[in-house]
Nanobody, 126 residues
Framework: QVQLVESGGGLVQAGGSLRLSCATSGTTISTYAMAWFRQAPGKERECVAAINRSGGTTYYTDSVKGRFAISRDNAKNTVYLQVNRLKPEDTAVYYC???????????????????WGQGTQVTVSS
């Protein structure tokens, strides 16, 4: 049973930073594509960053480019999302997602992912 557990969320002032972590158990993530999604109240879940199984290719949605950085440590079975220069509009529940990937591809739609964490709340005050 693959389980993902996010941590690192919290309340931060605009301009601040957080480091979100996604610890995975039940498998080794070296053959999994990973991603971070977020969902704000009343909005659809969106992919903010994705990383392929080797870590060699990443994707960022336009609104976070230059501020967020996704990385992975396959030896630790952990994926990270460094979030910098936070804005109030970044406020959302952030979810980690995983899917087995035979190819070195990124996936950015929620329906492309098999496993999800429970989410961690990020709240940015102005």
């Amino acid at each position: 049973q693959v389980q993902l557990v996010e941590s690192g969320g919290g309340l931060v002032q605009a301009g601040g930073s957080l480091r979100l972590s996604c610890a995975t158990s039940g498998t080794t993530i070296s053959t999994y594509a990973m991603a971070w999604f977020r969902q704000a109240p009343g909005k659809e879940r969106e992919c903010v960053a994705a990383i392929n199984r080797s870590g060699g290719t990443t994707y960022y949605t336009d609104s976070v480019k230059g501020r967020f950085a996704i990385s992975r440590d396959n030896a630790k079975n952990t994926v990270y999302l460094q979030v910098n220069r936070l804005k109030p509009e970044d406020t959302a529940v952030y979810y980690c997602a995983a899917r087995y990937s035979a190819a070195s591809s990124n996936y950015i739609r929620p329906d492309q992912y098999t496993y999800w964490g429970q989410g961690t709340q990020v709240t940015v005050s102005s």
